[in-house]
Nanobody, 120 residues
Framework: QVQLVESGGGLVQPGGSLRLSCAASGIIRFYSMGWYRQAPGQQRELVAAITSGGSTNYVDSVKGRFTLSRDNAKNTMYLQMNRLKPEDTAVYYC???????????????WGQGTQVTVSP
């Protein structure tokens, strides 16, 4: 079965950097993988994603600051976060979409979440 294990969250000052990691296992028919974040009282937001074809996309607020990458040999996805701002504070969740054997339906799997706090 699919499992996602996250790491790398923590407390940093504005302008600092963090790198989040997500190690995946059990994925047979990979469709996409990405990071979402959710602040208290806010809806969960897509931050960055990468498809099986290698295409990436980012929410406008993090473009130029965050970089998504994937190590296929280790089945691990990374989110390098630079020049962090207080508004980046949220719980970050690793997500993957996996295709079913028949049809075009995908199933979502989530990591446990990791807290990122940006504060003086």
């Amino acid at each position: 079965q699919v499992q996602l294990v996250e790491s790398g969250g923590g407390l940093v000052q504005p302008g600092g950097s963090l790198r989040l990691s997500c190690a995946a296992s059990g994925i047979i028919r990979f469709y996409s993988m990405g990071w979402y974040r959710q602040a208290p009282g806010q809806q969960r937001e897509l931050v960055a994603a990468i498809t099986s074809g290698g295409s990436t996309n980012y929410v406008d607020s993090v473009k130029g600051r965050f970089t998504l990458s994937r190590d296929n040999a280790k089945n691990t996805m990374y989110l390098q976060m630079n020049r962090l701002k207080p508004e980046d504070t949220a719980v970050y969740y690793c997500n993957t979409k996996v295709r079913r054997r028949f049809g075009t339906t995908t199933d979502d799997y989530w990591g446990q979440g990791t807290q990122v706090t940006v504060s003086p």
